[in-house]
């Protein structure tokens, strides 16, 4: 059995960077509505504040897409952190309208504690040159983020000035210590020699049908944001917030824990089946929240959900990484998470209309929706032919089932030998070719992505 690694210094310090901002993100989550609200600015003026959030997030992902490989990636990067910490210093500090617009459209606060944003978008493209077990990568970054995050929502308890803001250049110069330190292995590497090629060359097709899939699933949780329900609750069943707070934190704690079963989950039937395989049941969960007869029962059905729904997540973002080379991770991840903001701003205004009919609708067309996308998935790599029947396509590495000690030493390989096979994943299982013209953009790419 292949003996667990370490993480990579590197790989300590974007989790380590991640970690300090989640925690800002976790306080900002509770503290900027409830400072917004304070401050005495107009229900309009809140909307274009929140709009400004969401379009920042948005429009920052697409340039670092488009720029982000060009500028460099540890450049990028620390530049947000210097950015996050003026943004969270401004809301800290003043009520001007435009100071928070301008603020905002940094795309450096968030209000949602594990962000899909610029940040994130980086963070994922440096991330498999981090380490080599990638799904276990993610999955550590996610737990750790989540569990800080949480810690960030129970820090509003202690203190609900607007000053508690100043959390965030605080943890921003955290996270800029961590960043000054990352090597160049987390740049693009030996494609830096080759020609100059777009951000998306190779993988275009499917990174614009995961975009669509993801945009899609964003739009169903759009019905029940995390302070949406809350709002829920308390109408539909009276919850005090003593009781919201107790069952947010458990959920932070719920979503750990599926972030790391997802790596074993995936270890054993692949990234894709782990998505499918747990994420329609969690929307099945959520639909029976809205025929929840009490409140102790809604709890059951939410808690149940968060225990299985968030395995999509690190398995979502090494799936992404490896269908696409490695010179387009930060374009794929950037435009992936930026779809999941295109769709997610309407829901809401939908979903406030549905509350005239029943409470309870929310949960049934969010959950509706996500299973649609998940169902949607599945078709899609369904529709693609079995990679292991394609004579373009190598055949499975033995590492996948066999003993390891069968297998060829690293150490003897030759890296000029093109026959030599590409270093294996134990989680992906060798989700790509060492040739890269037998990668195939496909949903399907790679006998490892969906273990048979």
């Known amino acids: 059995m292949r003996q667990q690694q370490s993480l990579s210094p590197d790989a300590r310090r974007i989790i380590a960077a991640q970690a300090a901002r989640a925690l800002a993100y976790g306080l900002g989550s509770v503290l900027i509505g409830v400072t917004l609200a304070h401050r005495g600015l107009s229900d309009t003026a809140v909307g274009v504040i929140l709009a400004s959030l969401l379009a920042g997030i948005a429009a920052v992902s697409v340039l670092i897409a488009r720029y982000g490989d060009r500028i460099g990636r540890r450049r990028c990067y620390r530049l947000l952190f210097v950015a996050m910490a003026v943004s969270g210093s401004v809301f800290a500090l003043t009520a001007w309208l435009p100071a928070l617009i301008l603020a905002a459209l940094t795309g450096t606060v968030s209000t949602d504690v594990v962000e899909s944003g610029p940040f994130t978008s980086l963070e994922q493209a440096m991330l498999p040159h981090a380490g080599s077990e990638t799904t276990r990568l993610f999955g550590t970054y996610n737990t750790v983020a989540t569990l800080a995050g949480s810690l960030g929502a129970l820090l509003a308890l202690i203190g609900s ?6 959390v965030y250049p605080l943890a921003a110069a955290a996270g800029l210590v961590a960043a000054a330190q990352l090597s160049p292995a987390v740049e693009r590497g030996e494609e830096l020699d080759a020609e100059p090629l777009p951000p998306l060359h190779r993988s275009r097709g499917i990174v614009m049908r995961l975009s669509a899939l993801f945009a899609l699933d964003s739009f169903g949780g759009g019905f029940v944001p995390q ?8 109408r539909k069943y009276g919850a005090s917030p003593h009781t919201l707070a107790i069952v947010f934190f458990a959920i932070g704690i719920l979503q750990a824990l599926s972030f790391q079963g997802a790596v074993r989950l995936a ?19 959520l639909i029976g929240v809205a025929f929840a007869p009490n409140l102790p029962g809604a709890i059951a059905f939410l808690l149940a959900r968060f225990l299985l729904s968030q395995a999509d997540v690190p398995t979502r973002q090494a799936y992404v990484m490896a269908v696409v080379e490695p010179s387009e991770r930060t374009a794929a991840a950037a435009y992936t998470n930026t779809a999941r903001y295109l769709t997610r701003p309407i829901a809401p205004l939908i979903a406030g209309a549905t509350l005239r009919g029943a409470l309870g609708a929310p949960f049934f067309i969010a959950g509706a929706l996500k299973s649609v996308y998940d169902l949607g998935r599945e078709a899609a790599e369904s529709d693609q032919p079995d990679q292991r029947d394609d004579d373009s396509e190598p ?22 030998d ?5 270093p294996i994943d134990s989680h992906a299982c060798s989700f790509r070719s060492s040739k890269p013209e037998n990668r195939s953009p496909s949903f399907g790419a790679g006998y490892a992505l969906n273990k048979r």
Not at 161 to 166: A, D, G, N, V, Y
Not at 227 to 234: D, K
Not at 267 to 285: E, K
Not at 395 to 416: F, G, I, R, V
């Open 267 to 285: 270890a054993r039937i692949g990234l894709l089946r782990t998505m499918v395989f747990t994420h329609l049941p969690s929307n099945l969960l």
């Open 161 to 166: 000035s607007p000053r508690s803001l100043l």
């Open 418 to 422: 093109p026959a030599t096979p590409a």
């Open 227 to 234: 302070t949406f329900i809350a709002y829920l609750f308390v």
């Open 395 to 416: 055949e499975a590495p033995d590492d996948c089932d066999d003993d390891p000690d069968d297998d060829q030493n690293p150490a003897d390989a030759d890296p000029s």
